[in-house]
């Protein structure tokens, strides 16, 4: 059962990257035509919708491959937990993405939904941290870091998604240096804690594809799960630069937020060079997949370093540049991980991808990369061109910035639309390979259940 809910899982988090990026390419074309789509294609509702299903995408992936890579446990009343986590979360993002369609907003910057909603995401949360807890009950050996990193996940992402919501309480709501430092904080952990839901996948699939049961036990590997926990709590200070808080609070973001993407950078290039030839064409998407996960955290590592100088990211703050980070980061790191978490999770448990499949699958991984990368240096340059323009002339039209930016405005789009083609090429196999198998295996139980009666 934990798999029926874990490929349920996968499916539906391909469908919300298949909606997020369709609504990431309109917002490409209002970039370029603001004046004329400002009442059809509203930035407003674009924005949030692309945010929100990309988000969601990056939950259900994630969460999909808890339900495939815990041990299982058999008791019935564990399945009807797990689909009731999935109902709650599945009925919070179409009903988030369906307010965002009507226009009903409430909420702050990227949960911009009416608070409400937020309590069956905390509850479906809470679902899942009791199925981990079921799951681990019985096994008594030590566990490795991809086990801790999960049950990190699943508490910060509580902890955090609570805490984005203090707002709600008048003490915060009323200073708003205190409001901003707290919802900026807590979304710097909320990331961390997803963050630790696909790195502990991606370290598990590692340990599987190599087939070395210590790498996982590991004080290296250990480290970076401490590193990454103290970056989960501490690196949000690099968000409120901007804000007149401690020095001390600046510091010491600024140095944490340095050394994660290093080790984690660190530990798959370790594992590859550990892969023999013959595993590595074995297990060749997922292999592909982590590997250029691998070289989109060195590129991020290296515009993450500059921009947590505090005296570039008062200009960079607010410019492209942040967003050049969190899509790259999103797409380039996290995007690459689940895609490898959910190539590896289908030959495992549902069989081989015929070889047209992957032949797509590897066309897409490539067109979509290459596309990433024009994409990711268009934002770069709108970013410093709009710092710049900003500093030679701070009071100049917000209008005639953006006309400005226009030629990095087209690249952008243009190779946005590449990793949309990208990423259909890839979404598409997979998810009729899941469908197709699923539907093929529940058939043949159905058979055998009937022969048996
Ligand atoms: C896997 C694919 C993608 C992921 C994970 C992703 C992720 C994100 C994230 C996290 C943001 C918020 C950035 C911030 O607040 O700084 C964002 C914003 C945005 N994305 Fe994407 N994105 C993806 C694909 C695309 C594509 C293909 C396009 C097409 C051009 C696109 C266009 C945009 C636009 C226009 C914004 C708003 C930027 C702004 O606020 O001005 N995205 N995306």
């Not at 509850?123 to 991809?146: C, D, H, Q, T, V």
Request: one cysteine or more; proline letters at 4%; hydrophobic letters at 50%.
């Amino acid at each position: 059962m934990n798999r029926h809910i874990g490929f349920l899982f996968m499916a539906t988090g391909l469908l919300f990257l298949l909606a997020g990026i369709m609504f990431g390419i309109l917002g490409g074309v209002f970039y370029l035509f603001p004046q004329e789509l400002r009442d059809a294609l509203p930035f407003t509702k674009i924005r949030p919708l692309h945010v929100s299903a990309i988000v969601f995408w990056i939950l259900f992936a994630a969460i999909g491959g808890l339900y495939l890579y815990l041990p299982k446990y058999k008791k019935k009343h564990s399945a009807r937990l797990g689909i009731w986590h999935y109902l709650l979360l599945l009925i919070a993002a179409t009903a988030i993405l369906g307010c965002y369609f009507t226009g009903i907003f409430g909420g702050r910057e990227y949960w911009e939904f009416p608070p409400i909603l937020a309590l069956p995401i905390a509850a479906s949360f809470i679902l899942l941290g009791i199925n981990f807890y079921k799951s681990m009950r019985k096994n008594k050996e030590p566990w490795p870091a991809y086990r801790w990193m999960w049950l990190t996940g699943i508490i910060f992402f509580l902890l955090s998604f609570t805490e984005s919501y203090l707002w709600l309480i008048p003490y915060f709501r009323d200073s708003l240096v205190r409001d901003m430092a707290v919802q900026w904080k807590s979304y710097g952990s909320l990331v961390g804690s997803w963050n630790m839901l696909i790195n502990g996948s991606a370290l598990f699939i590692m340990e599987k594809l190599s087939g070395d049961r210590t790498m996982a036990r590991k004080p290296l590997t250990f480290s970076m799960f401490f590193l990454g926990l103290f970056n989960l709590m501490f690196n949000w200070g690099h968000h409120i630069y901007s804000l007149p808080v401690n020095d001390f609070i600046r510091y010491t973001a600024y140095i944490v937020s340095m050394t994660e993407l290093l080790i984690l950078g660190k530990i798959i290039l370790n594992w590859r060079s550990t892969l023999s030839e013959a595993k590595r064409n074995k297990h060749l998407l997922p292999f592909r997949f982590m590997t250029a996960a691998d070289i989109w955290i060195f590129l991020n590592l290296f515009t993450a370093i500059l921009m947590s100088v505090p005296a570039l990211n008062l200009y960079t703050h607010g410019t492209h540049v942040t967003v050049a980070h969190a899509m790259g980061t999103t797409i380039g790191i996290n995007t690459m991980l689940l895609l490898a978490s959910i190539c590896y999770a289908c030959t495992r448990f549902l069989g081989k991808l015929s070889s047209k499949s992957i032949r797509w699958v590897n066309k897409g991984l490539y067109f979509g990369n290459i596309s990433l990368l024009v994409f990711w240096l268009a934002l770069l340059g709108a970013g410093i061109s709009k710092a710049m323009l900003q500093t030679q002339n701070p009071s100049i039209a917000h209008g005639l910035l953006m006309q400005q930016l226009k030629p990095w405005f087209i690249g952008f789009t243009l190779s946005g639309a590449g990793i949309v083609a990208g990423l259909v090429m890839v979404i598409v196999p997979l998810l009729h390979f899941m469908i197709t198998k699923k539907i093929k295996l529940n058939t043949q139980t159905a058979h055998k259940l009937l022969q048996h009666s």
